[in-house]
């Protein structure tokens, strides 16, 4: 099974501030026949269910401000939120899909939080 | 716009089972695959199996395989998942998800299902 890992566990950024989120595979989820990372960035707020944030590891998905972004290739993936605001505070979890009709695995999580 | 609607709380004893339901609306039910994941409390995510509402397969994750049957109704574009064999660790949050371009786009409002004595 691909292991995701994320860095920090836990992060305190003051308002309008830049936020960035780390998350590694165990091994990669660049997809070489249509070269897609097939990775993406979900938000989970408080009492609320998990949204998708962000897909193909750069992608966002329709309706996510744009002070969201995603970056990275390979294992190596980073979320950065550009001007953090308050509403954005929740845990944020990377997930890999390489396979379809596989089990997909997710990060521990990040929580963000007001500074 | 694209619905799953999930049963509500549970509370079981170890050794019961429980059965979770997942109603679809706002899409064609057959054409997009479900997954299961849940959430312990004050834990992260983790998938627990995925079911093909057209034809019924199923794939479950290891640590699940024996204990969770997902099954689907087409009459009704409901999923169900059933958890066997309860135990305290099995306490938590249940959601189920759409996939659409592998991800998961769509998630319903979970399901607290309690195990205790």
């Known amino acids: 099974d691909i292991v995701m890992t994320q860095s920090p566990d836990s992060l305190a950024v003051s308002l309008g501030e830049r936020a960035t989120i780390n998350c590694k595979s165990s091994?990669?989820?660049?997809?070489?026949?249509?070269?897609?990372?097939?990775l993406a960035w979900y938000q989970q707020k408080p009492g609320q269910s998990p949204k998708l944030l962000i897909y193909?590891?750069?992608t966002r998905e329709s309706g996510v401000p744009d002070r969201f972004s995603g970056s990275g290739s390979g294992t190596d993936f980073s979320l950065t939120i550009s001007s953090l605001q308050a509403e954005d505070v929740a845990v944020y979890y990377c997930?890999?899909?390489?396979?379809?009709?596989?089990?997909?695995?997710f990060g521990q999580g990040t929580k963000v939080e007001i500074k | 716009q694209v619905q799953l609607v999930q049963s509500g709380t549970e509370v079981k004893r170890p050794g019961a089972s429980v059965k979770v339901s997942c109603k679809a609306s706002g899409y064609t039910f057959t054409s997009w695959y479900i997954h299961w994941v849940r959430q312990a409390p004050g834990q992260g995510l983790e998938c627990m199996g995925i079911i093909n509402p057209n034809d019924g397969t199923t794939t479950y994750a290891q640590r699940f395989q024996g204990r969770v049957t997902m099954t689907r109704d087409t009459s009704t574009s409901t999923v169900y998942m059933e958890v066997s064999s309860l135990r305290s660790e099995d306490t938590a949050v249940y959601y189920c998800?759409?996939?659409?371009?592998?991800?998961?786009?769509?998630w319903g409002q979970g399901t607290l299902v309690t195990v205790s004595s």
């Open positions: 998800a759409r996939e659409r371009q592998a991800v998961f786009d769509s």
């Open positions: 193909w590891a750069s």
């Open positions: 091994q990669s989820v660049l997809n070489n026949s249509n070269n897609k990372n097939y």
């Open positions: 997930q890999q899909y390489v396979s379809t009709r596989s089990i997909r695995t």
